[in-house]
């Protein structure tokens, strides 16, 4: 019901500038989120797609459509993957 809104723009008010803590509209963070996947965070999508959790996640999922997401710039399906490997790492780690 905004609470959460609020309480962030209560407690960032002297940080946000006043045009962006008012507004009422929601960010466009789609952009954003996908290029800095894509460019800044190549080595993350390098290890999930031909480096060590690749070994993880191909008994479930294709490396080949990862790779092929990658070429199109599909972060979504990229972030999936991803979230499927830290996950494994996770359980790996406690076993």
């Given at each position: 019901?905004?609470?959460?809104?609020?309480?962030?723009?209560?407690?960032?008010?002297?940080?946000?500038?006043?045009?962006?803590?008012?507004?009422t509209?929601?960010?466009?963070?789609?952009?954003?989120?996908?290029?800095?996947?894509?460019?800044m965070n190549t080595g993350a999508v390098d290890r999930l797609i031909s480096g060590e959790d690749a070994e993880r996640v191909a008994p479930y999922v294709s490396l080949d459509v990862l790779a092929?997401?990658?070429?199109?710039?599909?972060?979504?399906?990229?972030?999936a993957g991803l979230q499927l490997a830290t996950w494994l790492r996770q359980v790996e780690e406690m076993s």
């Open positions: 019901d905004g609470w959460t809104r609020y309480i962030l723009r209560r407690a960032l008010r002297d940080k946000l500038p006043s045009r962006v803590r008012r507004r509209s929601k960010g466009r963070l789609r952009a954003n989120f996908a290029r800095n996947l894509l460019e092929e997401a990658q070429g199109r710039g599909d972060a979504e399906m990229l972030w």
